[in-house]
């Protein structure tokens, strides 16, 4: 079995971005926040997403994601990145889950899924208990999904209570666009 690399932070935490990350390609690796902690990564409107995965059984879990350039996504996954969890963060707004917005103005959307090729044990992705909000770019949307196998709303272990719905709000476009992509699973959402 392969061992996981998590990353954490010591206490509250702000990354503003220069320049796009390199995108997160080791597999097995995890970035996550404590309950406690407010770990921010602001894109500062640089040119690509604020955070683009491309490797296997990543996990950015309870992270604030937000300030990609004009025409990008906050999160991208793509390549062949499969079992990808994206859970417990705050999409697009600074200082969600408030709700006055300001952070993502000209960011493409939230989430965008277009990876492809063979899915390994699961799923591609499993999105839950998110809240996703003030995207006001072109097209503006919550989350866009060109991939298959994609579960929004529950998580690996397939659970679909309160605590894994998406709170998709306050975005230009459409909260959940399913386009061209199959074998997808959308439940236990509050699209507001």
């Known amino acids: 079995k392969n061992e996981q690399t998590t990353i954490t932070f010591a206490t509250h935490y702000l990354i503003r971005l220069g320049?796009?990350?390199?995108?997160?390609?080791?597999s097995h690796t995890a970035i996550k926040a404590r309950p406690e902690q407010e770990v921010h990564i602001d894109g500062n409107s640089t040119a690509g997403s604020v955070l683009r995965i491309t490797g296997n059984f990543v996990e950015v879990i309870g992270l604030r994601i937000y300030g990609a350039g004009a025409g990008f996504p906050n999160i991208t996954v793509s390549e062949a990145a499969n079992n990808v969890v994206i859970a417990n963060n705050i999409n697009g707004d600074g200082d969600g889950p408030a709700g006055n917005c300001g952070s993502s103005e000209s960011s493409?959307?939230?989430i965008y899924i277009d990876a492809s090729g063979t899915i390994e044990d699961g799923a591609r992705a499993w999105i839950y208990d998110n809240i996703i909000e003030c995207h006001n770019g072109n097209?503006?949307?919550g989350i866009t999904i060109l991939s298959d196998g994609v579960i929004v709303g529950k998580d690996k272990q397939g659970t679909m209570a309160k605590a894994q719905r998406n709170k998709i709000s306050d975005n230009q476009g459409i909260g959940i666009n399913l386009n061209h992509s199959t074998g997808n699973v959308v439940s236990n959402n509050a699209l507001i």
Do not use: R
């Open 19 to 26: 320049s796009p990350l390199p995108s997160l390609s080791a």
């Open 139 to 141: 097209p503006g949307e």
């Open 108 to 110: 493409f959307g939230g």
